[in-house]
């Protein structure tokens, strides 16, 4: 069985930064993509980031230039750092894991099959 623990959410000021971890226990199951997701209060969602196995990445607009997923192999985590936060970037955050290769880019969240249970991030203006 698969499971993704989210951590490190929180409260902070606009212009402030936030480091998500995502800590995967997958047994024999190989992830090939792994991302993370948000959900808005107005229950809006949209793909964050992405990490495949071979290394490439891929960012929603909203968060080019402002946001880095990377992963620990050693300890199988995966890490959003989050800098210069807007009120807008508030929400629910949610790691994903895919057990297929998908296709490039950010892609709808019902290609990935595995989910932590999310942690909320809150950016105050």
């Known amino acids: 069985e698969v499971q993704m623990v989210e951590s490190g959410g929180g409260s902070v000021q606009a212009g402030g930064s936030l480091r998500l971890s995502c800590a995967m226990s997958?047994?024999?199951?190989?992830?090939?993509?792994m991302g993370w997701f948000r959900r808005t209060p107005a229950n809006e969602g949209e793909g964050v980031a992405r990490l495949a196995s071979d290394g490439v990445t891929a960012y929603a607009d909203s968060v080019k230039g402002r946001f880095t997923i990377s992963k620990d192999n050693a300890k199988n985590i995966l890490f959003l750092q989050m800098s210069n936060l807007e009120p807008e970037d508030s929400a629910m955050y949610y790691c994903?894991?895919?057990?297929?290769?998908?296709?490039?880019?950010?892609?709808?969240?019902?290609?990935?099959?595995?989910w932590g249970q999310g942690i909320q991030v809150t950016v105050s203006a």
């Open positions: 997958t047994g024999p199951v190989r992830l090939y993509v």
């Open positions: 994903a894991g895919a057990h297929n290769p998908l296709l490039p880019g950010i892609v709808d969240d019902l290609w990935y099959h595995h």
